[in-house]
């Protein structure tokens, strides 16, 4: 596996402050191996992954990093009622978009994933991986960061891949192919599912009287306006052209790594991450397209991850929500933290479902929850804006969490320094001409 291809799926680390868009996907687990027939990660560039995953990253900047890389996307979160009204018609696998390689075409000795896109196959490893509460090793061949995918030598390899097939099964019989049976069905975090239930089996709780009536709920409509006059109104936001961020992204482990983000109207945005010992990571998107940059080289943003990361870039998108995010609409109410939220529903894109909970009183946005549909299950990840305070009179988040299913890829943005409508060149958004 090349670090170039663990970049590719995996390094696009980007945001946006009013909308909550974070992105975040990785490359840690793989069923395969790359299509050049590298089967060793380049450690001269990024700590091991190994070491990563199960749990010895070392206590500094650059490790803190390889793990926000190196692992991703799911986590059992709030507003479980909510995701599960999704999808009531029958939904066909995700197939990789114009433009994207399939999962078989870059990878070795694909079986049971065929025809996935590319960028979803460390989200469904992670997955896979939280579900069972195991690592790489499990089922891959390797230690330390060197594996060999591709090698079917692991008994576990080849028991994942019938369960894998046994719940896509399942779901296209029973459920009409939505993934409502996955890993984390049964297993719970656990290598082997609990088929007897412990003694003596607790109450069921029940339910005592009849329910109490539903109370109505404001229109959508209503509720995008209260955002955007929260957090300063629609003049206040046009009056502004760029924006300068600079803060620090603290990992699980406490390391801070500093972080910069420029932005241009209308839907310019770079994102750079500081490290110490492999340099700036860079995600960009300059209007039309998007691309990841490093110290190892350039690749393109594809698929799912390019659909969110336009929406980072869209400089007005709190004015533009209703065009972002179609067919919104309101499913329910729900508690973040001491504060009862309004939870608006759509589906941005063909492969990603979205829920924002807006804050019922002040109106502000609370949490964003995406939600990646792939072959074996809906991977959710979740982002929290705390501490907005006024920019030019406009409010913007000071503290963004990411939460995603492993700990090692979540982390908490804090920003110290935030500036409007000074001056950030078009250079910046440039795309670098490749080395030959």
């Given at each position: 596996m090349t670090l170039k291809s663990l970049l590719r799926l995996g390094a696009c680390l980007c945001f946006a402050l009013m909308i909550g868009i974070v992105l975040s996907t990785t490359r840690g687990f793989v069923e395969g191996n790359d299509s050049k027939g590298n089967n060793e990660t380049d450690l001269t560039a990024v700590p091991s992954l190994a070491d990563t995953v199960?749990?010895?990253?070392?206590?500094?900047?650059?490790?803190?990093?390889?793990?926000?890389?190196?692992?991703?996307?799911?986590?059992?979160?709030?507003?479980?009622?909510?995701?599960?009204?999704?999808?009531?018609?029958?939904?066909?696998?995700?197939?990789?978009?114009?433009?994207?390689?399939?999962?078989?075409?870059?990878?070795k000795n694909i079986q049971v994933l065929k025809g996935m896109p590319a960028s979803q196959l460390i989200p469904v490893m992670n997955f896979m991986n939280a579900s069972l509460g195991v690592n790489c090793n499990f089922c891959h061949v390797g230690e330390q960061g060197k594996f060999e995918f591709e090698k079917d030598d692991k008994e576990a390899k080849g028991a994942a891949r019938k369960m894998i097939q046994m719940t896509m099964d399942i779901n296209k019989q029973s459920f009409r192919g939505r993934?409502?049976?996955?890993?984390?069905?049964?297993h719970r975090g656990k290598e082997s599912p609990t088929a007897i239930p412990a003694l003596p089996v607790p109450e069921a709780a029940g339910t005592e009287g009849p329910r109490p009536p539903r109370e109505p709920m404001p229109p959508v409509e209503q509720i995008v306006t209260k955002f955007v006059a929260?957090?300063?109104?629609?003049?206040?936001?046009?009056?502004?052209?760029?924006?300068v961020i600079k803060g620090v992204q603290v990992g699980n482990d406490g390391t801070n790594i500093p972080v910069e983000v420029y932005q241009s109207a209308p839907?310019?945005?770079?994102?750079?991450?500081?490290?110490?010992?492999?340099?700036?990571f860079i995600t960009v998107f300059d209007g039309t397209g998007g691309w990841f940059q490093s110290q190892r080289g350039q690749d393109a943003v594809l698929g799912d991850q390019l659909d969110l990361l336009k929406r980072a870039a869209n400089f007005y998108a709190p004015l533009k929500l209703a065009e972002l995010y179609p067919r919104m609409r309101v499913v329910g109410r729900d508690k973040i933290g001491d504060h009862m939220a309004f939870v608006v529903a759509s589906q941005p894109s063909e492969h990603i479902s979205?829920?924002?909970?807006?804050?019922?009183?002040t109106g502000l946005l609370l949490r964003v929850v995406n939600l990646v549909d792939t072959p074996i299950a809906r991977i959710p990840q979740q982002t929290d804006f705390e501490d907005y305070r006024d920019v030019d009179g406009v409010k913007i988040p000071f503290t963004v969490r990411q939460t995603n299913v492993d700990s090692h890829s979540s982390y908490v943005r804090k920003f110290s320094e935030v500036k409007a409508n000074v001056p950030v060149a078009d250079s910046t958004f440039a795309k670098p001409a490749s080395k030959p």
């Open positions: 199960n749990g010895r990253a070392e206590s500094d900047s650059t490790q803190n990093l390889a793990s926000a890389l190196a692992t991703s996307h799911h986590s059992a979160i709030v507003g479980q009622r909510f995701f599960a009204r999704q999808g009531s018609a029958a939904t066909a696998p995700p197939q990789a978009p114009s433009g994207e390689k399939t999962v078989d075409q870059t990878e993934r409502t049976i996955t890993c984390y069905s049964c929260a957090i300063g109104g629609q003049a206040a936001l046009e009056k502004q052209r760029t924006r839907d310019k945005y770079d994102l750079v991450v500081k490290t110490p010992r492999n340099g700036d979205t829920r924002m909970f807006f804050d019922a009183e």
